[in-house]
C-alpha cells in the first residue's frame, strides 16, 4: 500500500511533465512561428514570386538575358534583326514567336547558314494573337528577359549597358521606350508620349510606363501574366493591342512603384520602311492610340484603380557616346 | 520512514520538473535569439545605423534637407550664396561652417536685412581645419545633408531634382561631381577625373567617388565619421585635403556598393573668381591632385583594402531641360 500510495505521486509528476512538455513545445513552436513570420523581406521577394530560381542554375542563365521577338509578316526583318543579335553580349538563347498562322518558319534556312552562336527557337503559334509573346515559355531558361519588337534595332552597346541598369533594378521593366498617362478633371485618363503635358506639372517631364517592345523585363512578370482576370485577355485580344500597357499594370501593382526605368538610347531605329512585305504595323491604324486611351481606362475598371505612378529619372551610360555627355559649363 | 521514503521521488520529480524548465527556457531564449537575428534587414537597416529616427520627426525634417556650407575667406561669396540658398524648395536649415578663425561672423548684418524664409545658423569654429564641416551638428534636423562648397553654385532646379533621387537612393552620396580611382599595374592606385582613363575599360567611363563639396548624403554618415580610425582624421588635418575621399570610402565599406549616384547637373557653376578676398581655392594648389592619389593609397592601408566600387550610371531628368534630352533618331 505503502508502495502503491507512494508511486501515485510519482505517475502524477510524470504526467505533468508530459503535459509541460508539450505546452512548452507548443510555446517554442508558436515563438518559432511568429519570429519566422518577421522573416527578411529580401530584395528577391520583391521581383515576381514565381522564377526566383531559373529552371538552370547554370552561371550563364543567371547572368544572361533571352531575347523574345514575336514576328508577324516580316520575316526579311526578322532575319536581318536575328543576324544583328547574334553578336549581342550576354544573350543566352532567342525565342522567335511565329505569328504566321500556317507558314513555314524559316528555321531551316536558319540552320543551313549556320553554325550560329546562339540558338533560336521558333515557337509556331495557332492564333494571331498580340499577347501570343507573353507566354510562360518552357524554353526560357533566364531570370532576365529582352522583348523586342519585330521592326527595332537598338545597338548592342544600348542592350548591353540596359542590362547592366536591369541587373541593379530587377523588379521593373527597364527600357527605351517610355510613354504617360494623364488624369483628366472628367476623371478619364488619356494616353501619351512627350507631346502630351500634365497641367499643372512643373518643369520637365514624367513617364508612367516603360513600352515592353524594346525592353528588359524578369522572366517571372511572365508567370504573373498567366493569373491575371480574363477581361484583361479579352482586352488584349479585342483590340489586338495594349499587352504591353497591361504588362506595366502588373509590374506596377507588383512594385508599388514605377513600373519603369527610362534607359536613354543612343541608337534606336525603326526598321519598318525596310521591309519587302510593305507591312506597317499596328500602331500606324488610326485608332491606335485611341485604343490604347481606351485600354488603360478598361484597366483602372478592371483593377478597380490606377496602379501607375510617375517618374522623371531617365539613366545614361556615364562618358558614353562621349566625355561631353557629362561635363557641364565649370 | 515510509512518508520520507516516498516523498522522496516527489522531491526528485520536483527537482527534474525544475531543471528541465530552465533547460527548456534557456532553449527558448536560445531559439527567440537565432530567429531575431535573422530579423529583416530593411531598406532602412543599408543607412548608417545613426539618424535611422531624426531628432525631429516633423514633416518637413522628413521630407526636406539642410544645407551645410563651410566657408573661408570669401564672405562675399557666403552672402551671395546664403541668398541664392534662401530661395531652394525643401530646404530646411543652413549651417554655415565659419572657419575664418577670429573674425566676426556676418550673422547681425545678415539678421539686419532678414526676414529670411530659411534659418541659417553660424557655427564659429576654433581651429581652420578641412573637416570642421563633417561633424555631427545637433542643429541639424533632417535626415538629408546636402553639402556644398562656398564658391559653387547650383542651379534651384538641379537641387530639387537630385533631392528627389536621393530620395530614391537614401544610402548613397548623391552628386554632381563624379570622379574616379584607377589601379595601376604596381598595385598603386591614381587619383582623377574624366582624364583618367581605365586601360583595358571598353567604351564610356566609370565613376567611383561622388564628391561632397555638391552632394546630398544621409545625415547618419556624419555620426559614422565621428567613429573611424585616428589615421583617417590625421591624413585630412595633415593634407588639409580628401575628407571628400575620405567619405566616400566610409560609404562604400557601409553599403558594399558605389558609394555614389551620379546626377548629370544641367546647370552648376564656379563663382571662385567673383571673390573680392582673391582667395582662391586649396585645390589650385600644385599638390592638389597629387596629394589625393596618396589619400586614396593611405586610406586604402588605414581600411585594409580598397571599398572603392564603380558605376557609369548617369542619372538626368527626363524631359528636362527640353524634351530633346530623351527623344531619339527613330
Redo the contacts between chains.
Keep these: 500500500r505503502?508502495?502503491h500510495?507512494?508511486?501515485l505521486?510519482?505517475r502524477v509528476?510524470?504526467i505533468?511533465?508530459l503535459r509541460?512538455?508539450s505546452v512548452?513545445i507548443i510555446?517554442?513552436l508558436l515563438?518559432?512561428g511568429a519570429?519566422?513570420a518577421?522573416?527578411?523581406?529580401?530584395k528577391d521577394d520583391k521581383l515576381p514570386n514565381s522564377r526566383r530560381e531559373p529552371k538552370t542554375q547554370s552561371q550563364s542563365a543567371l547572368d544572361s538575358f533571352t531575347l523574345i521577338m514575336q514576328t508577324y509578316n516580316r520575316t526579311d526583318l526578322l532575319l536581318k534583326l536575328l543576324n544583328h543579335y547574334q553578336a549581342i553580349p550576354h544573350l543566352h538563347k532567342v525565342i522567335v514567336v511565329w505569328n504566321n498562322i500556317g507558314e513555314k518558319t524559316p528555321e531551316e534556312m536558319w540552320n543551313s547558314l549556320g553554325p550560329h552562336p546562339v540558338p533560336v527557337v521558333f515557337k509556331v503559334q495557332t492564333v494571331n494573337r498580340m499577347r501570343n509573346r507573353l507566354q510562360n515559355f518552357p524554353d526560357l531558361e533566364t531570370k532576365a528577359v529582352l522583348m523586342m519588337d519585330d521592326d527595332t534595332l537598338v545597338s548592342a552597346?544600348d542592350l548591353a549597358?540596359a542590362f547592366?541598369?536591369w541587373q541593379?533594378f530587377p523588379e521593373h521593366i527597364v527600357g527605351?521606350v517610355?510613354r504617360k498617362h494623364i488624369a483628366t478633371p472628367s476623371g478619364v485618363y488619356s494616353y501619351g508620349s512627350?507631346e502630351l503635358q500634365n497641367p499643372g506639372f512643373g518643369?520637365?517631364?514624367?513617364?508612367s510606363m516603360v513600352l515592353i517592345g524594346a525592353a528588359f523585363f524578369h522572366s517571372g512578370y511572365l508567370e504573373d501574366f498567366q493569373r491575371q482576370p480574363e477581361a484583361v485577355y479579352a482586352l488584349i485580344d479585342e483590340t489586338q493591342n495594349c499587352d504591353d500597357i497591361a504588362m506595366n499594370f502588373l509590374v506596377a501593382k507588383h512594385t508599388g512603384k514605377p513600373s519603369g526605368v527610362?534607359v536613354?538610347?543612343v541608337?534606336?531605329?525603326?526598321l519598318e520602311k525596310d521591309t519587302n512585305s510593305g507591312y506597317s504595323g499596328m500602331w500606324h491604324r488610326a485608332e491606335h492610340l485611341l485604343q490604347r486611351s481606351y485600354c488603360v481606362n478598361k484597366l483602372v475598371t478592371i483593377y478597380d484603380g490606377m496602379p501607375l505612378k510617375y517618374?522623371?529619372?531617365?539613366?545614361?551610360?556615364?562618358?558614353?557616346?562621349n566625355?561631353a555627355?557629362?561635363?557641364?559649363?565649370?
Design positions: 505503502c508502495f500510495f507512494c508511486k505521486p510519482g509528476m510524470g505533468r511533465l509541460f512538455t512548452v510555446v517554442l515563438v518559432a519570429l519566422t518577421l522573416l527578411p523581406t529580401i552597346h549597358f547592366s541598369v541593379q527605351f517610355p512627350f518643369n520637365g517631364d514624367q513617364y527610362f536613354k538610347p541608337d534606336i531605329r525603326n517618374s522623371n529619372i531617365m539613366i545614361s551610360q556615364f562618358g558614353f557616346p566625355y555627355n557629362h561635363k557641364n559649363k565649370m
